[in-house]
């Protein structure tokens, strides 16, 4: 602190103490975060959500400061095929990166970011029926020999699936000598 004119007073012997600025973080209060487009996956019976910088939206920013986030990985709401699902991201100020001489410590930025962008499509699983063989006897043929499954998510069995397996096709009531179909 400097004197202007100098104080004086006979009474008193003057000291001048500096005093300190502080220039806090601005607070904005219109900064948020969203996301925007699809995050779409095939089901792999997890949650994890991969994302890219646009999926990203940011405002709130003063004149022409601006971040993008870095972070490519967050969570759907559950696993199971869907869409509008639930996507979270958790963010910390590492998953920021500057746009320009934005200096992020002037700045809250947000922790978690969500929105209603995921979609989980189905996985392909096939069913083939497995082949059989007689001779004739004159009885007709009905039902089938079992199935074999390719496509299960590590970890999965056919107790996931619901209904019961119904065996068609030309077999289902071959009587006569030929080739038919299982399916």
């Given amino acids: ?25 601005a607070a ?6 969203s996301l925007t487009g699809s995050v779409t996956k095939v089901y792999n019976g997890t949650t994890v959500a991969t994302l890219s910088p646009s999926n990203y939206i940011l405002t709130g920013w003063v004149g022409s400061d ?47 970011i969500t929105g209603n962008v995921g979609i989980i499509t189905k996985a392909s699983l096939y069913i083939t029926a497995n082949n059989y063989y007689k001779f004739y006897n004159g009885a007709a043929y009905y ?15 056919p107790s996931v699936l619901g209904g019961t397996l119904k065996y068609g096709g030309t077999s289902q009531g071959a009587i006569n000598a030929g080739r038919y179909s299982i399916k």
């Fill in 66 to 112: 601006g971040a993008t986030v870095t972070k490519t990985t967050g969570a759907y709401d559950n696993a199971n095929v869907g869409t509008n699902k639930m996507v979270t991201v958790s963010l910390t100020t590492s998953d920021y990166a500057p746009i320009g001489s934005t200096n992020l410590a002037n700045y809250v930025l947000p922790t978690t």
């Fill in 28 to 33: 904005l209060t219109v900064i948020s975060g």
């Fill in 143 to 157: 039902g089938g020999n079992g199935v074999t499954y390719r496509g299960f998510i590590a970890g999965e069995t």
């Fill in 1 to 25: 602190m400097q004197a202007g004119e100098p104080e004086t007073s006979g009474n008193y012997a003057i000291t001048f103490v500096d005093g300190t600025l502080t220039i806090n973080s």
